[in-house]
């Protein structure tokens, strides 16, 4: 529009108006430096979550018990790794790169969910991850397809719908154990009272203690309060848990007619923050498991890029499937050393 | 259509199963992003090549999972613990290259396995872009992963000799395989600055008995881990 007065052409006025329009803030457009560390820190988190994620579940790879739940595992994994480079991707678009994301990952200065910091114990807990940590990762996920900032919210909506489908197959894994044997049934059940009450932390503190909430609400880029998604979650697993024939771990659980929802039992707030302090079971193995697989590789990284740079316009380590398929008609490298 | 011959569908389908859960055990300490979903990938797809060639000999969980050792007919070279990256990708181009030419030759002919083959020469295809491209970045990229790189490709040489032994009930041109398979990799390390090995690769003390049963140590001890869990609960369903 040529007629909006000078005063609505201010960066920040085109920022506010297009939030309240409930338009996308797009990585051209002007944003305040606050709203893109928030942007930053949140999509990290995320992204750090992701792949610290693979491990409890890379676990169980090797050991899978059939040839088809490997193949499951494996894909989810791979999905994992591919929600992974979606994100940093996502963090690019705001000027800060995967390098400096990971460094501040292995460092301890960023973190990732704490839920990755308990242990996979048994086959089940495959199963249970997948039905309660990707429900929970789920229910958060959701309205941040409706996210303020434009590539987070469109590489959540892929990473949901994967998500969707990892959810069902941990259920489903779940339900075959439940129908199984005494011992397989058995296995299910402890997994369940095992991850249930970590997978609800995974909202985050009540609203009256979150940090960030209310400037992140404000900004569109969160859309639901931490302890709405935590009463939804509840209210969706109860009658799952009810059809795989398997019990919440939580006695105040019921159904309260009044409010329309499950009442449930109080959450030990004091081992939520023990984890995120670094005391949770897995804390340092996973961290200390990413960072060997980062120093471990950097031959590989260095090898890559040292290519690249030898022959102009290769890509090192990135967009294999686009890469030329022709040879290079080099002869001889220069350099065969060592 | 043609009855398979279970001996050899054994064979493809262990060499197939053995390489991907080899694979699988990379997933979380690929030295970078991309490569965790690279892996993955070939992992996946020869997940699938096995479940298809084991299906034709049997019940797919029973041969993967209550054989024992001695009963795997797999070669040697896909039984290799995965090493530093280096190693992973020697074994890959090694076995690859193979793939892609036997699996070439059965796709255009028409005994029972042409239908297989002609899908997974696609899927292979791309793994062996893959192992090739990185090894030209390892043979071509800094003296330390040029010499990563030849000791990988220099310590599994000694089990690529067994790839041209004929697998009964594999009607393949197999001396026409080998030399297929020797002008590709003679062709790719010296594009790479690397140097063919020259080391023996037949008789006793080199490798090449596992398509009759004869592993090395690292696969018993691989095999715990695989078939551990399906042991432990007999006649269970997953």
Same mark, same amino acid.
Not at chain 1, 278 to 282: A, R
Not at chain 2, 200 to 209: I, L, M, N, S, Y
């Given at each position: 529009m040529t007629t909006t007065v000078p005063d609505a052409q201010a960066p920040e006025a085109v920022f506010d108006a297009a939030l309240a329009a409930d338009e996308r803030i797009e990585p051209r457009d002007w944003m305040p430096d606050a709203y893109r560390a928030t942007l930053v820190r949140q999509i990290a988190q995320h992204a750090h979550s992701e792949i610290i994620g693979m491990q409890p579940e890379a676990n169980w790879i090797t050991r899978a018990p059939s040839l088809r739940r490997k193949a499951i595992l494996m894909a989810k994994v791979q999905d994992e790794a591919g929600h992974g480079l979606y994100l940093y991707s996502a963090a690019e678009t705001l000027g800060t790169g995967r390098e400096e994301l990971l460094d501040k990952l292995h460092s301890g200065r960023q973190r990732y969910s704490?839920?990755?910091?308990?242990?996979?114990?048994?086959?089940?807990d495959v199963g249970a991850i997948g039905w309660l940590v990707d429900g929970a990762a789920i229910t958060n996920q959701v309205p941040l397809c409706r996210c303020s900032y434009g590539p987070y919210a469109r590489a959540m909506i892929r990473i949901c719908k994967e998500e969707s489908f990892h959810q069902r197959q941990g259920y489903e894994l779940l339900l075959a154990l439940s129908r199984g044997t005494e011992a397989q049934h058995a296995m299910a059940q402890d997994a369940v009272n095992r991850w249930w009450w970590p997978s609800l932390m995974m909202?985050?503190?009540?609203d009256d203690a979150s940090a960030h909430s209310a400037q992140s609400m404000a900004w569109k880029i969160?859309?639901?309060s931490n302890d709405e998604l935590r009463q939804r979650f509840v209210d969706i697993c109860v009658p799952q848990a009810e059809s795989l024939g398997l019990t919440l771990p939580?006695?105040?659980l019921r159904w309260n007619e009044q409010r329309g929802h499950h009442d449930f039992g109080a959450i030990d707030w004091d081992e939520f923050h023990e984890v995120l302090r670094?005391?949770?079971?897995?804390n340092e193995q996973r961290i200390e498991r990413r960072r060997r697989a980062h120093e471990e590789g950097a031959w590989v990284r260095e090898a890559a890029a040292a290519y690249a740079a030898k022959h102009?316009?290769?890509?090192?380590?990135?967009d294999k499937h686009a890469e030329h398929t022709e040879h290079d008609?080099?002869?001889?490298?220069?350099e065969a050393a060592a | 259509m043609n009855r398979v011959p279970v001996p050899a569908a054994l064979a493809l389908g262990d060499d197939a199963l053995v390489l991907s859960h080899r694979l699988g055990e990379w997933a979380g300490n690929a030295p970078v992003l991309e490569e965790e979903v690279a892996l993955a990938n070939i992992a996946l797809d020869l997940l699938g090549q096995a479940r298809a060639l084991l299906s034709l000999a049997g019940d797919e969980d029973e041969l993967a999972f209550l054989?024992?050792?001695?009963a795997f007919r797999n070669v040697q070279l896909v039984e290799?613990?995965?090493?530093d990256f280096a190693h992973t990708i020697a074994r890959q181009l090694y076995f690859s290259a193979y793939q892609q030419l036997l699996y070439g030759q059965l796709a255009s002919g /028409? #005994?029972?396995?042409a239908p297989l083959a002609a899908k997974a020469v696609k899927e292979v295809a791309y793994h062996l872009d893959h192992a090739e491209h990185w090894t030209l970045r390892l043979g071509d990229g800094t003296p330390e992963s040029h010499a990563r790189m030849q000791r990988a490709l220099d310590a599994l040489w000694?089990?690529?000799?067994?790839?041209?032994?004929p697998v009964e009930g594999v009607s393949a041109d197999w001396p026409a395989l080998q030399d297929g398979w020797s002008a590709y990799v003679t062709d790719v390390l010296r594009r790479a600055g690397l140097t063919l090995p020259e080391g023996?690769? /037949? #008789?006793?003390?080199?490798?090449?008995?596992g398509r009759q049963g004869i592993h090395t140590e690292p696969f018993g001890r691989m095999l715990a881990e695989m078939q551990h869990l399906h042991r432990s609960h007999p006649g269970a369903s997953w």
């Open positions: 704490s839920i990755f910091n308990y242990p996979t114990l048994t086959w089940a909202f985050g503190p009540p969160k859309r639901h939580d006695p105040d670094g005391n949770g079971p897995c102009d316009g290769h890509h090192g380590t990135h008609n080099h002869g001889k490298p220069e | 054989r024992e050792e001695r290799q613990p995965n090493g /028409e #005994g029972p396995f000694r089990y690529t000799g067994e790839l041209f032994e023996p690769r /037949e #008789g006793a003390w080199t490798a090449g008995a």
